[in-house]
């Protein structure tokens, strides 16, 4: 499964990498996870995203690797590069955002590894793997085919690509699989429960406020099958939360019963909004994120919409009562 990738990073020697936008900590992790096996094997390696590192994960990048593109400051860095590594985005350059317009026009020899279903092929090489939990475990795969080590360091960026991607080990995408890797990044150097703390236990008082806020403003609808929750621009505000830092708030209503779908708008400046759909794992959300141009799994998806709160809202519950 690995020959060709191990092919092409052997003929390299300048690499990007790349992953989705808002990235995750699948994203991040797999990114840095790539970076320090590369830096291993003596490639150099520039991590370009097209939106910032959430300050809550930036734990697992003590050297400061994960930078945020920018088209004047990165030309050069993108012209001098070899070769094209995109993690955790299968679904075309698009999901890149700016930095994959960027990076699709340098045409540069690209790969791709990913776990999401539905891949569409645009680089020259790809391993996806839907039956991957993370893509983090395929990167420690291929850390283990190109006859690498995991060092502590890609330990606690994998090992938290995995925790996060899994929902703390509890989606059905979790299997042996997923354990047997992670048990060689916790043999590695990776401890649960300082990567619990440091990703669950650093809020802020009025974040840990505006989750108390989120959960008594949740709304039933479609017979209580689907939850929703809305925050304005004004309510970010009003508590002082970055939108980029609310993450963990989009499957708050799975916790009813009944509840099957939960749907999570944040309000973005310039009439945009961040959608985050969270299910059971029996309704396919990917395929509402799909509509609005996002993507991800059956039971957690997102995707960023152009629109008023309150169109993006009543299309997006109307997608949803389609797969009801
Ligand atoms: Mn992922």
Redesign the pocket.
């Known amino acids: 499964m690995w020959s060709e990738i191990i092919t092409a990073i052997n003929d390299h020697q300048h690499f990007i990498i790349s992953a989705h936008t808002n990235p995750?900590c699948?994203?991040l992790g797999s990114e840095l996870g790539m970076a320090f096996l590369l830096q291993q094997l003596g490639k150099t390696v520039t991590i370009l995203n097209s939106d910032p590192m959430p300050p809550t994960y930036a734990f697992i990048d003590p050297d400061r690797m994960v930078q945020t593109y920018s088209p004047n400051a990165h030309r050069k860095t993108i012209a001098d590069a070899d070769a094209i590594i995109v993690v955790?985005a299968s679904g075309g350059w698009t999901r890149l955002g700016r930095v994959g317009d960027a990076l699709a026009a340098a045409h540069k020899p690209s790969l791709c590894i990913d776990?999401?279903p539905n891949s569409v092929k645009y680089t020259d090489v790809a391993v996806v793997d839907p039956t991957a939990a993370?893509?983090g475990e395929l990167i420690v795969e291929l850390a283990e085919a190109i006859g690498g080590e995991i060092s502590p360091k890609m330990a606690v960026a994998l090992y938290t690509a995995i925790v996060t991607?899994t929902g703390n080990f509890r989606f059905s995408s979790t299997d042996a699989r997923t354990h047997r890797i992670t048990a060689k990044l916790l043999e590695a150097g990776a401890h649960p429960a300082e990567i619990y703390n440091r990703l669950y236990e650093q809020n802020s008082l009025a974040r840990v406020q505006l989750e108390g806020y989120t959960l008594q403003h949740i709304e039933l609808t479609h017979g209580g099958r689907t939850a929703y929750s809305v925050l304005t621009l004004e309510i970010l505000e009003r508590f002082g939360v970055a939108s980029s830092d609310l993450d963990s708030f989009s499957g708050l209503s799975q916790k009813i019963k009944g509840v099957d779908v939960s749907v999570f708008l944040v309000e973005l400046p310039r009439q945009r909004v961040k959608i985050s759909l969270r299910s059971n794992g029996t309704v396919p959300v990917n395929q509402v994120a799909a509509k609005f141009g996002g993507g991800g799994h059956v039971p957690a998806a997102g995707a960023t919409a152009d629109g008023t709160i309150e169109t993006v809202l009543s299309n997006v519950l109307g997608e949803v009562a389609k797969l009801l």
């Open positions: 995750d699948d994203a955790d776990h999401h993370a893509t991607d």
